[in-house]
């Protein structure tokens, strides 16, 4: 087998058990909290809120700090890096005994977390240009896998098991991720140690001169911002639809599911669209496609009606972001991916903060069926955004170079 196959299906595997790990935490956080003596529902709510967002804050600071660092040092490192220290702050997530103990740790984890980002900017960096899309679709399908079935079996062990070890568990399978990539991966497109580096906040400027790459940050947030906005209230919408048999926390979990299943199940097919027809091409259509079916979500009166759209939504949903980390690798500079993945993972993280906090704000001033249509017209606005500054010019250049060819004598 080709290193760049190993080395991708390795960490797509690697990246199933480290967000199935992390996102089995989530379901009994709160219930984590009060067997701490944390009792008032609200403070329970408010320490839950505090503790979730504190590590997305955490990344979003510090993600071109280890992109930048990556491009000096390797990606493989990167990865290793953020298994390791993982592995460590959330054992000692289970030693923990106050909530300021938890929010610190999450803090800590925040801030040496990245082993999804570094994934992402090993495969590009050693996977063949015109297998790139592809590639990443595929471990974008890992990783929603592990986010779908994290919850549902931490929701099981925390039946038979207590919370403490479940936090134990979580830390032994990233540590086991880790120890494979350790063994198993080939960084093959190393960065040259011999080659002089600018200062990180030369490259700084340098990246943020880049308008291809200003628009795909751009871009990057409002779809994080858009596809989370809605997603604190779903299940207050389950239950106003009248959830059937009154299973209200089943469907409002499969609401989610459903859309994750379709976005693993399309990833990779649209990858490969993005290799043949250009991701500038699937990401915008991808944009269009979402902003449509969120549409009528708006219309709906009843939990089937949701789920079929849902379904319909994730599979647009799956050409997104691969498109995206595609197309920031084209336009990337030489050497400095990395750098460009970190500044765009940090964009990412910035919409998943602002997002459901945005959403929660204006659900109880336009309700969640308005928010369903203002979450489309983002996503048409970042369409929008994309082909004026992004395709347009690149077809522009294209038809500029053919004009140019065809205005050259031939060779005889």
Same mark, same amino acid.
């Given at each position: 087998?080709?290193?760049?196959?190993?080395?991708?299906?390795?960490?797509?595997?690697?990246?199933?058990?480290?967000?199935?790990?992390?996102?089995?935490?989530?379901?009994?956080?709160?219930?984590?909290?009060?067997?701490?003596?944390?009792?008032?529902?609200?403070?329970?709510?408010?320490?839950?809120?505090?503790?979730?967002?504190?590590?997305?804050?955490?990344?979003?600071?510090?993600?071109? *700090?280890?992109?930048?660092?990556?491009?000096?040092?390797?990606?493989? *490192?990167?990865?290793?890096?953020?298994?390791?220290?993982?592995?460590?702050?959330?054992?000692?997530?289970?030693?923990?005994?106050?909530?300021?103990?938890?929010?610190?740790?999450?803090?800590?984890?925040?801030?040496?977390?990245?082993?999804?980002?570094?994934? *992402?900017?090993?495969?590009?960096?050693?996977?063949?240009?015109?297998?790139?899309?592809?590639?990443?679709?595929?471990?974008?399908?890992?990783?929603?896998?592990?986010?779908?079935?994290?919850?549902?079996?931490?929701? =099981?062990?925390?039946?038979?098991?207590?919370?403490?070890?479940?936090?134990?568990?979580?830390?032994?399978?990233?540590?086991?991720?880790?120890?494979?990539?350790?063994?198993?991966?080939?960084?093959?497109?190393?960065?040259? %140690?011999? #080659?002089?580096?600018?200062?990180?906040?030369?490259?700084?400027?340098?990246?943020?001169?880049?308008?291809?790459?200003?628009?795909?940050?751009?871009?990057?947030?409002?779809?994080?911002?858009?596809?989370?906005?809605?997603?604190?209230?779903?299940?207050?919408?389950?239950?106003? @639809?009248?959830?059937?048999?009154?299973?209200?926390?089943?469907?409002?979990?499969?609401?989610?599911?459903?859309?994750?299943?379709?976005?693993? @199940?399309?990833?990779?097919? =649209?990858?490969?669209?993005?290799?043949?027809?250009?991701?500038?091409?699937? +990401?915008?259509?991808?944009?269009?496609?979402?902003?449509?079916?969120?549409?009528?979500?708006?219309?709906?009166?009843?939990?089937?009606?949701? +789920?079929? +759209?849902?379904?319909?939504?994730?599979?647009?949903?799956?050409?997104? =972001? %691969?498109?995206?980390?595609?197309?920031?690798?084209?336009?990337? %500079?030489?050497?400095?991916?990395?750098?460009?993945?970190?500044?765009?993972?940090?964009?990412?993280? +910035?919409?998943?903060?602002?997002? %459901?906090?945005?959403?929660?704000?204006?659900?109880?001033?336009?309700?969640?069926?308005?928010?369903? *249509?203002?979450?489309?017209?983002?996503?048409?606005?970042?369409?929008?955004?994309?082909? #004026?500054?992004?395709?347009?010019?690149?077809?522009?250049?294209?038809?500029?170079?053919?004009?140019?060819?065809?205005?050259?004598?031939?060779?005889?």
């Amino acid at each position: 087998m080709e290193t760049w196959k190993r080395n991708l299906y390795i960490l797509m595997a690697s990246e199933f058990l480290v967000m199935g790990a992390m996102s089995m935490i989530i379901p009994f956080l709160p219930l984590y909290l009060q067997e701490m003596g944390v009792t008032d529902p609200e403070k329970t709510q408010l320490w839950s809120g505090l503790i979730f967002g504190v590590n997305f804050l955490s990344a979003f600071l510090v993600a071109p *700090i280890w992109g930048s660092l990556a491009d000096k040092v390797g990606r493989k *490192i990167m990865v290793l890096r953020s298994g390791y220290g993982m592995t460590v702050v959330i054992f000692l997530m289970g030693l923990a005994t106050s909530p300021l103990q938890l929010l610190l740790l999450r803090l800590l984890n925040g801030t040496i977390s990245g082993f999804i980002p570094a994934a *992402i900017s090993l495969v590009a960096t050693n996977t063949p240009k015109e297998r790139t899309g592809y590639a990443l679709g595929l471990l974008q399908s890992g990783a929603v896998a592990g986010n779908i079935m994290g919850p549902f079996f931490g929701g =099981l062990m925390a039946e038979v098991v207590d919370y403490k070890t479940i936090f134990y568990l979580t830390a032994v399978m990233i540590g086991l991720a880790t120890l494979v990539v350790t063994y198993s991966v080939k960084e093959e497109k190393k960065p040259d %140690p011999k #080659k002089e580096r600018a200062g990180f906040f030369k490259e700084v400027s340098e990246i943020l001169h880049q308008k291809p790459l200003l628009i795909l940050f751009s871009v990057g947030f409002m779809l994080q911002f858009a596809m989370l906005a809605p997603m604190p209230q779903m299940s207050l919408f389950v239950d106003q @639809l009248g959830a059937p048999g009154g299973y209200l926390a089943f469907f409002a979990g499969l609401v989610t599911a459903v859309t994750g299943l379709a976005n693993m @199940l399309a990833a990779p097919r =649209l990858g490969r669209l993005g290799d043949r027809y250009g991701s500038e091409q699937v +990401l915008f259509f991808a944009m269009l496609g979402a902003a449509v079916f969120f549409i009528p979500h708006a219309m709906v009166t009843s939990v089937w009606q949701l +789920l079929i +759209l849902r379904f319909l939504l994730g599979l647009c949903v799956g050409g997104l =972001l %691969p498109s995206l980390n595609s197309l920031i690798r084209s336009k990337a %500079p030489q050497g400095k991916e990395s750098t460009a993945y970190g500044y765009s993972t940090s964009a990412t993280f +910035l919409g998943n903060m602002l997002g %459901p906090i945005t959403g929660g704000y204006l659900s109880g001033v336009i309700g969640i069926r308005g928010l369903f *249509i203002m979450t489309a017209i983002l996503l048409i606005s970042g369409a929008m955004v994309l082909r #004026k500054g992004l395709i347009r010019p690149s077809q522009h250049h294209q038809e500029a170079h053919r004009s140019v060819s065809r205005k050259l004598p031939s060779a005889r």
